[in-house]
Every structure is written in structure tokens, then in C-alpha cells.
């Protein structure tokens, strides 16, 4: 019997044995704020869509209607919230995301670009903001139902550079920018350890590399993992 979750049911991307895979590709762009993920996620997109590859880019938080509402909360800097709390809305958002966005694309077939996943959940949440681990980790497979990336792309940008670029754009400081760099010292290498234990999936990329280059590896590391979906 198919699970009372229907997410649960068939899908490569999916961690238990799943009997029949779905024929998307999940890849999720990771790092810290500012390293240029969006940028590339938004290239690389571009570049599908024009060989004509069916492409859904997406994001966390905010890549559903109700998530978009969530992503309000969670970026207003006028409005202070519990670490827990904090949490809870990230997850609720994932939880929208992938019922509603990530597995219909990939059963669909797309290529499905997200800018920021469940990795950022554990880096932010446990290891900048303190959540337990196991906590943390607990809620992101509920969330989750047992999807997993194919490959992650990490960003991996010193804190010093990242604060430097923040700057430059100019906007006035999110909640996140207001935490200092402590805290993104410990989210940087939270990133570090998940990309270690994840390394099969992991891509970890030099952010302080240009644009142009960054979007080469991209792409080249696609092609030699999935040869007849992303020809040179
Ligand atoms: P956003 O403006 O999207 O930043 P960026 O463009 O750099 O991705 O803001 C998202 C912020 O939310 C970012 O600071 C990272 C943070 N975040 C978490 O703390 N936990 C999470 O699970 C996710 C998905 C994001």
C-alpha cells in the first residue's frame, strides 16, 4: 500500500527504494548570501531553455504562493523571531514547495534549478543559529519525504568576501546581514561539513571565481555526470 504521504511512492529522487523513477533532475544551489548562486541557478536556466531542455527554476524560501508570504516574514527585519520559530516557517515553506512545485516538475520530467534547499536549513539553522542538529534535521525529512538532491552545487565564499559584496549591493541590511560574521563563519562551514558527508552529490564551487568560469564548471559537471541530458 502506497503510503498515506503520496509523495512517498516512486521517484528517483526519492532515498528508499523507490520502484519506479521519476525522470527529472533535481539540483540545488547552496551558499552563502551573496556568493552568486542566483546568478548561476538564473545562467544556467537560461542556457536550458534555450536548447529547448524543459527547466523549472525555482527557490527556498518562496517558491509557492503561500511560501512567497512566508519568505515576507522570514526577511523582515522589523519583526524579530524565535529561533524555533524561524524554523518552523522555513520547513512549512518546504513542505509547500515540495508537494506542490519539486515533485510534480520532476515526475514531469523538468530539470529543476532551486536556489537554496534543505542543506541551507541545517547550515543556518543548526549550525549559525544553534537548533539542535538532530532537531533540525528531523523536521527537514518530514519536510522532505525522502527527496534528495542529484547534485548540490555549494558556493563556498569567504565571510570577509561575502560581507565585502553585501555592501556593494547596497540594500539596507536583512535580518540575516544583521547577524555578523560569526554566525556565517559557522554557516560557511557547516556547508563545509555537509558537502564532506554528502560529497557523492556535492559539487563544492570557488564563489570568488568569475561568473563566466563558475558557469563553465557548472555545466561541464553536469555533462560528465548526466552525458545524454547535458551535451557540451
Ligand atoms: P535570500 O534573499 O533569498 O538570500 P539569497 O538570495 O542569498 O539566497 O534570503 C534567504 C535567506 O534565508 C538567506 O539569508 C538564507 C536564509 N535561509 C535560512 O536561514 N534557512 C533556510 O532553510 C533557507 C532556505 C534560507
New binding site residues.
Partial sequence: MIPSLPFLSASSHLSSDAPSPAPGLLIVFEG????G??TQAKRLAGRLEGRGHPVLLT????GTSAGKKI?EI??DPDLPLDPEA?LFL?EA??VMHVKTVLLPALRSGKTVLS????D??V???SF?AGLSREFVSALNRVALGGLVPDVTFLFDLPVAEMALRLRSRGDGP?R??LLGSDYFERVREGYLELARIHEGRTVVLDATSGPDLLEEQIFGELSRRYPERFVL
Avoid: I, N, V
Fill in positions: 552563502m548570501d551573496g556568493s548562486k542566483s527557490r527556498e524560501p518562496g519568505r522570514l526577511l524561524e522555513f515553506d518546504r536556489d537554496r534547499g534543505s541551507a536549513t547550515a543556518y539553522q549559525g536583512t540575516f546581514e
